[in-house]
């Protein structure tokens, strides 16, 4: 399968990205370098981590109108898997693939830890692997990572089964005390109605392996690379 991940000027996830898609689960991933209009032959597209032209006005605010942003969104429209992790997370939600907003962290500092998560959906193409209510423990690391939605998004998402993870203690438990950022409900991942675009805060990419201290995030991908075998997707 081939990944494209996209890279912007300030992306520094991108690298991270590209590793575990080649090294770790020995498939084909390349670069979409922000000006390019064409998202060449790629199955799924990653829409990495980092500060993204700077983070200037508000994190992902500018990459949104980057040309490649354009194509993304026609793939996405046409059921192609977007995969949004941290920056690309914030990206999605400014470019409106994704309902809802991001805002500081309530401590209003950056924060750069494991955390666990919480699995709320397995159904979807990013979760299939997964099982229901399975804990995961997956570092994080940003500053505006404050997931809101307003009381009507927020019943949407809850409607349709968009809530994907929640940070949770280490026995499964939702408390306040779990939730680093603030973020309503403590979300941590969210997907479109439609199921094919996932935004999560945590880095699965940076879970890939035991040497860095957890495999947990691998399963995401393992699981995306499920769906996309299982239907044979034509590349876009």
């Known amino acids: 399968m081939r990944f494209g991940v996209l890279q912007f000027p300030g992306s520094n996830c991108d690298q991270d990205c590209i590793h575990a898609i080649r090294n770790v689960l020995g498939h084909e991933a390349f670069y979409l370098w922000h000006k390019e209009t064409n998202l060449n032959g790629a199955d799924c597209v990653i829409v990495p ?3 993204s032209y700077g983070d200037y006005l508000r994190c992902g605010a500018i990459a949104r109108f980057a040309p490649i942003m354009k194509e993304v969104k026609r793939f996405a429209d046409q059921g192609g898997l977007v995969f949004g ?3 690309g997370f914030q990206i999605l939600l400014e470019a409106g693939l994704l309902p809802g907003a991001m805002q500081r962290n309530r401590s209003l500092k950056f924060r750069c830890e ?3 998560l919480r699995v709320e959906n397995n159904q979807t193409p990013f979760t299939q692997k997964t099982k229901p209510g399975q804990i995961l423990q997956i ?4 500053g505006e990572g404050n997931y809101f939605a307003d009381a009507k998004t ?6 349709n089964n968009q809530i994907i993870f929640r940070y949770c203690d280490e026995k499964g438990k939702i408390t306040d005390e779990a939730n680093p950022n603030g973020s309503v409900e403590n ?3 969210i997907t479109n109605k439609q199921g094919n675009v996932l935004g999560m805060m945590p880095h699965p990419e940076r879970a890939s392996e035991a040497i860095l201290g957890s495999e947990d995030g691998k399963i995401l991908f393992d699981s995306v690379l499920a769906w996309l075998e299982q239907r044979k997707l034509v590349p876009a």
């Open 187 to 189: 979300i941590a991942g």
């Open 85 to 87: 992790v941290c920056n």
């Open 154 to 159: 927020l019943a949407e998402l809850k409607k």
């Open 49 to 51: 981590g980092g500060f």
């Open 114 to 116: 494991t955390v666990h």
């Open 139 to 142: 570092p994080i690391a940003h």
